[in-house]
């Protein structure tokens, strides 16, 4: 069976950092590129980037919104994903969901249950 | 970027009636190389992250009942949900990945009517 767990949610103030991570289960992780997608309270859903496999490259892209805030990378030993996120904005609070896709679709067939992340002074 | 737009907002169905949502990209999302449409429905109950339902404008995934069915081509695209039940109330959202950044639409909520 699939699982995607999300953990290191919480309240952080503006302007400081906070590291999401992904831990996989259940397919070959290495194999997938892995997304994060965000839903601020009571909105819709807004992709915030993915990075590909290692055999492709391992390159990531990311949303308008976060490019050159938040960073992905991948521990495929561990599988496990990470977001770190830096230079956090108010604007930024949001349920943060991972999610896998194969490398050359990027529909997203798994999803994780997601964490709460709350930027508040 | 390509904006997604769906139709309606929300709306609302009897049991056992078809329901049907709209979603259209602002350029097409039909890959001529292999004639794919790179567009997939989802759907958010509250409290749970999204499922998807369909790829490939029409796939259904291993699972989703064949009540639900997808269809379009280019910029335009329906899902449709024949004979509606009651879980199936829920919020749905059509994304495309022809392109990054990958965009969805802005979400239209099914609720019985």
């Known amino acids: 069976e699939v699982q995607l767990v999300e953990s290191g949610g919480g309240l952080v103030q503006p302007g400081r950092s906070l590291r999401l991570s992904c831990t996989a289960s259940g397919f070959t992780f290495g194999d997938y590129a892995m997304s994060w997608v965000r839903q601020a309270p009571g909105k819709g859903l807004e992709w915030v980037g993915f990075?590909?496999?290692?055999?492709?490259?391992?390159?990531?892209e990311f949303a308008a919104s976060v490019k050159g805030r938040f960073t992905i990378s991948r521990d495929d030993s561990r599988n496990i994903a990470y977001l770190q996120m830096n230079s956090l904005k108010t604007e930024d609070t949001a349920i943060y969901y991972c999610?896998?896709?194969?490398?050359?679709?990027?529909?997203?067939?798994?999803w994780g249950q997601g964490t709460l992340v709350t930027v508040s002074s | 970027d390509i904006v997604m737009t769906q139709s309606p907002d929300s709306l609302a169905v009897s049991l056992g009636e078809r329901a049907t949502i709209n979603c259209k990209s602002s350029q097409s999302v039909l890959y001529s190389s292999n004639n794919k449409n790179y567009l997939a429905w989802y759907q958010q109950k509250p409290g749970q992250p999204p499922k998807l339902l369909i790829y490939w404008t029409s796939t259904r995934e291993s699972g989703v009942p064949d009540r639900f069915s997808g269809s379009g081509s280019g910029t335009d695209f329906t899902l449709t949900i024949n004979s509606l039940q009651a879980e199936d109330v829920a919020v749905y959202y059509c994304?495309?990945?022809?392109?990054?950044?990958?965009?969805f639409g802005q979400g239209t909520r099914l609720e019985i009517k």
């Open positions: 990075i590909r496999s290692k055999a492709y490259g391992g390159t990531t």
């Open positions: 999610s896998s896709s194969t490398v050359t679709s990027y529909y997203f067939d798994y």
């Open positions: 994304q495309q990945y022809y392109s990054t950044p990958i965009t």
